[in-house]
């Protein structure tokens, strides 16, 4: 024989994908085209019931469907409008499997669009980017195809989109696996990888098809190791094929065993990312899941190792909707302990924008549902992809019987580098969870190249020996494949490699609290330095979110203070399914908002009528209410022709008639109504009755007005002569104005993600509007309005209006908006000379500090900052100005100067984004940290956190004269809360026994407030937000309770009656 030739390894890896190449092609040993049959295309999307009544046809190879309608917008970085949401239901006839052919039978489909297979009614499998075939039975039988007309598994490399004709059938075939060649297949995969990614590391250049690759003169030996087996099975291959190959492969793999047994581990986790609203709408989600975990239950049952963890109850409730059957399989891998159901919240929330109460719900929602598919609640909450994590959010957790947290995103901040992996993450609270920040994505593919990465980046590897990781195609990709469970096999001990395991999530964290005294802890928010837009982008659906919160919550007060139990859940469940870190956040297409935010709007309108209907009362008159558990004097609105009225004690309301408003031109025309200004207990309800003018009405402070002031004898404001504030008093003290405070334009046009971002050279250069002169709208005695109106930009306009009720300690703004502009950004600032160290912005619960002066990287990082509809700046030592809005949560503050973000226009996912007529609501006053109530009057202090709610939550209005509800003869509510301090009281939730009053701390302040029950009590108790006791509050006697708080601390105080 001839000599060898002296070895040449640096072309190793081009010959290794040449003969893999080959490889692949023998992988099936024979492919049967098989006959299919086409239904209609349907409108929207048909069920497997309604598809068995149409009429099917031959279709043949070429065939082009689905073509995208003329007038789309064009296609975006996200966006691809060829995309359609409706489907086409294909139909096969499957032989029975031939003589050895049993197992090894596959369904290779070539057609554009996700493809979910049914077989005897129920969901069989997935087709789609990351799975181009799937295994079919062996008996004979009707496959039926139901393709979804569009690809939007973007996660999966060199995925096919649909082209601007349509979707494309190309054929499909019948195909037996060649098991060998498969195997082989699989063992080159991964030792190739290996290869290629040992070579990156010692730096060794190569080239991936022609030109100069770098000689292995100085390599590890795990190098020339799998260069020396690799080179003898690629001998071996060209000698006599497959089966001259795999003994050397099996003794390659073989001398790799036992060389990584004192690496971490990789714990990897069988994963699917689906979106429940992005590039899609709902009803694609839904069809995303039966898709998918068609192809997880398919896995299971060959991989008996393979775990799979998936998060969001509310996808498991679709699931139950749209295919029963498959949940019942899926309840049964769950039990089998293969299928692991985990998250806490009824969905993967943004943590920023909701309500500290909504997000309460969201987790008591999603964990009731957990405990009905598992028989246990979660203990992990998961949420790798979300654009920050509140500093409340730990405490949130622990009392949702949480105690341990999963995320990925962190990884995505672009100035400073977040220091830790696996650590304890620390809330402002002082509530701890144990916390794994993943080094690498959560679409893995079970590659060498990534479990050595991630282990790489695992800075605590040393104390915490695994590193979670997630894998399978998320959104249109269909999840985990066959590749890498295989891989995952050969993984288990491979040379260099952390062994990989499969593992569910939670016996991660298990394991990781062994450890959890040698864990780093870092204290306060996890503040994302990326997509800071999504504070502002999408403001209708941010408005109908938020109108949809305050509705629930003015409903349920009324039902507590009736005593007729709590709602049905479903609206909370769709308010929580709003939360979708891709939804409330604005980052989704039309489509998806196009639905949700009429949906929100009418749950808020739903709400509202509810609760006037059940205060409606009898015979002349008005019932007003008060659905915030604190006294409050406030201007209603009434019928025009309202006349004088009195109280039910007969004493005198203030009242004003106020002109209709016609229309401008962002706003619908407000009729002619009367103002009426009244004092309610908290959860009060009084009766305004007609009555005959009297000659001694009530004295009001008087409302001074001009057109440059508006004054109630507690705020004076100034106005310059185009009508931007220039000056205000609040009790005879200036609050230090700075410069104009008015709007300003920003040219926005982020370099990468367009509704997800503001860049830092954003906020640079912005362009101060020009004022518009105010004239006088309304006079007093009950409200003083300055209103203006002129262009805004470039080509849209600006209604403005300055407001001031009688005895209110602060001016609000209303903003009426045609927005029409395009990537422009507008904020409304107020320069200020309070230049402390620190900015406070509100939280879902309670509240944080943030640098508002020039200082280290991390402090420039957050020139935009997500606050719960509040913030305020101030002095050292703590005086300062606060503004609050009703449905506005991005806010900057450098040098004293606050600015509040209005609107946006980005172009990407979704077009016409925030174009259109808009109502905007803030309001400017003295910060304060505490309250001090006393009856509701001009004399009582409301803290900055406490008015964001008050100023935006109106009282109900009722026809008709005031009924009576478990022998209530006062009017007031079933409590009275004494002491607040920076307690806020947030909500008040009933149940069938009694109720909760939910309180927060707001200011990093401690102390005692009291709950003075009106009221027989059975018990008072606090507890978690699952309902479970956690202590019992001091009793005072009489009815009073002692409620102790400490910084920051979520209080549910659960009276039984």
């Known amino acids: 024989m001839p000599r060898a030739r002296n070895p040449l390894p640096q072309l190793l890896p081009q010959r290794v994908t040449m003969v893999k190449q080959r490889v692949d092609a023998s992988t099936w040993r024979r492919r049967t085209p098989l006959a299919v049959l086409a239904g209609p295309l349907n409108a929207g ?19 082009i469907f689905c073509k995208p309608p003329t007038g789309q917008p064009e296609a975006t970085k996200h966006h691809a409008p060829t995309n359609q949401w409706c489907n086409r239901w294909f139909r096969i006839d499957l032989p029975a499997a031939a003589k050895g052919e049993a197992g090894l039978r596959h369904l290779v489909w070539a057609c554009d669009g996700e493809t979910t297979v049914y077989w005897k009614g129920e969901p069989w499998a997935g087709l789609d980017a990351g799975h181009a075939s799937c295994p079919v039975p062996d008996q004979a039988g009707t496959l039926w195809l139901d393709c979804g007309c569009y690809a939007t598994g973007i996660w999966v490399p060199g995925r096919r989109v649909i082209g601007p004709d349509g979707l494309r059938f190309d054929s499909a075939s019948l195909a037996v696996r060649d098991q060998a060649a498969w195997s082989a297949s699989c063992d080159l995969d991964v030792l190739l990888d290996l290869l290629v990614v040992s070579l990156d590391k ?288 050969r993984l288990a001990d491979l040379a260099g490699v952390p062994p990989a395991r499969w593992t569910t999530a939670e016996a991660v964290f298990a394991r990781m609290e062994s450890v959890r005294e040698r864990l780093p802890i870092y204290q306060g928010e996890l503040y994302l330095e990326y997509h800071r837009g999504t504070y502002t982008s999408q403001s209708d659906l941010k408005a109908a979110y938020r109108g949809a919160e305050r509705a629930l919550q003015t409903h349920e007060a009324v039902r507590v203070v009736q005593g ?241 009720d009688a005895g209110s300690r602060w001016l609000r703004c209303e903003l009426a908006i045609d927005w029409q502009e395009n990537h422009q950004l507008l904020k409304f600032h107020v320069p200020t000379g309070y230049r402390g160290r620190w900015a406070r912005f509100g939280c879902p619960f309670g509240s944080i500090l943030r640098p508002q002066l020039p200082g280290v990287q991390a402090d420039e990082a957050q020139w935009e900052v997500p606050g719960s509809r509040w913030a305020a700046v101030i002095d050292e030592d703590g005086d300062g100005l606060g503004l609050v809005s009703e449905s506005k949560y991005g806010f900057s503050c450098r040098d004293g100067d606050l600015g509040l973000s209005l609107l946006r226009a980005p172009a990407d996912p979704d077009p016409g984004c925030d174009r259109g007529r808009h109502v905007i609501r803030f309001a400017i006053g003295r910060h304060q940290s505490s309250s001090a109530i006393i009856d509701g009057g001009s004399n009582d202090l409301w803290s900055t956190a406490l008015a964001a709610d008050a100023l935006f939550t109106p009282p109900v209005v009722a026809p008709g004269k005031r009924r009576r509800h478990r022998g209530d003869d006062l009017g007031h509510g079933p409590f009275t809360l004494r002491n607040l301090g920076s307690l806020v009281p947030a909500w008040t939730v009933p149940d069938k026994r009694g109720y909760t009053v939910r309180l927060h701390e707001t200011a990093g302040g401690s102390g005692s407030a009291t709950l003075q029950l009106e009221h027989e009590a059975k018990s008072v108790e606090l507890v978690d937000f699952l309902g479970n006791v956690l202590g019992d509050p001091v009793h005072l006697g009489g009815g009073a309770v002692r409620i102790d708080y400490r910084p920051y601390q979520i209080l549910s105080v659960r009276v039984r009656r």
Not at 46 to 63: C, D, V, W, Y
Not at 301 to 317: D, T
Request: proline share 7%; hydrophobic share 40%; glycine share 12%.
């Open 564 to 804: 007729t139990g709590p709602l049905d859940e479903i609206d909370w469940q769709r308010v929580a399914f709003a939360q979708f870190h891709d939804a409330l956040p604005g980052s989704s297409i039309a489509a998806v908002y196009a639905q949700l935010t009429p949906e929100l709007n009418g749950i808020g309108e739903r709400h509202l009528a509810a609760s006037r209907a059940a205060l409606t009362g009898a015979g002349p008159g008005w019932t007003v209410f008060n659905p915030l558990p604190y006294p409050r004097t406030v201007v209603v609105e009434l019928p025009v022709g309202a006349g004088s009225l009195v109280e039910e004690d007969g004493s005198a309301v203030p009242m004003q008639f106020s002109e209709a408003v016609p229309g401008t031109v962002a706003g619908e025309p407000v009729e002619a109504r009367s103002l009426a200004l009244v004092s309610l207990g908290g959860l009060g309800v009084t009766s305004l009755i007609p009555a005959a003018p009297r000659a001694d009405e009530v004295e009001l402070s008087t409302v001074r007005v001009a057109n440059d002031l508006l004054d109630n004898g507690v705020i004076s404001a100034g106005f310059s002569a185009d009508g931007q504030l220039d000056a205000l008093r609040i009790d005879g003290q200036p609050l230090r104005l700075a410069g104009l405070c008015g709007l300003r334009l920003y040219d926005d046009r982020p370099l990468s993600f367009d509704a997800w971002d503001i860049d830092h050279y954003s906020l640079s250069h912005p362009r101060p509007v020009a004022g518009v002169p105010l004239a006088i709208a309304e006079g007093g005695p009950v409200r003083a309005v300055l209103a203006g109106e002129g262009p805004l930009g470039e080509r849209s306009r600006v209604a403005l209006r300055w407001i001031l």
């Open 202 to 489: 010692a730096g060794i250049k190569w080239s991936g098809s022609a030109g100069f690759s770098q000689p292995h003169e100085f390599c590890p030996p795990l190098v020339r190791i799998l260069t020396s087996g690799l080179e003898e099975a690629c001998d071996g291959f060209i000698a006599g094929g497959i089966p001259a190959m795999q003994p050397r492969l099996d003794a390659l793999k073989d001398r790799l065993k036992g060389g990584s047994a004192w690496l971490p581990v990789s714990a990897l986790a069988g994963h699917a990312h689906i979106d429940l609203v992005w590039l899609w709408p709902e009803s694609a989600t839904e069809r995303k899941g039966v898709h998918t975990f068609a192809t997880v239950l398919r896995l299971m049952e060959r991989y008996s190792e393979f775990r799979f963890s998936q998060s969001q109850p509310s996808l498991y409730r679709a699931i139950e909707r749209q295919a029963p059957g498959q949940a019942k399989a899926i309840r049964s891998a769950i039990r089998r302990g293969q299928w692991e159901v985990m998250g806490g919240f009824e969905v993967e929330p943004d943590v920023h924008l909701p309500s500290g109460e909504a997000l309460a719900r969201s987790l008591a929602i999603g964990q009731a549902k957990t405990q009905d598919l598992r028989g246990s609640i979660s203990t992990l909450c998961w949420i790798p992809d979300v654009f920050g994590y509140s500093a409340c959010l730990p405490q949130i957790l622990r009392l949702g019987g949480v105690t341990s947290f999963y995320t990925t995103k962190m990884t995505w901040s672009t100035v400073t580098r977040f220091p830790y992996n696996s650590f304890v993450w620390r809330g402002h609270d002082g509530s701890e969870v144990l916390t794994h920040l993943c080094t690498v994505g959560y679409n893995g593919t079970v590659t060498a190249k990534e479990l050595i990465n991630a282990m790489e980046g695992h800075r605590q590897a040393g104390e915490h020996g695994e590193m979670l990781t997630c894998h399978g195609y998320g959104d249109g990709g269909g999840g985990p494949n066959e590749l890498m469970c295989e891989r995952a096999r």
């Open 45 to 63: 999307f048909a069920s497997l019931g309604e598809a068995n009544e149409q009429t099917f046809e031959p279709i043949a190879s070429g065939s």
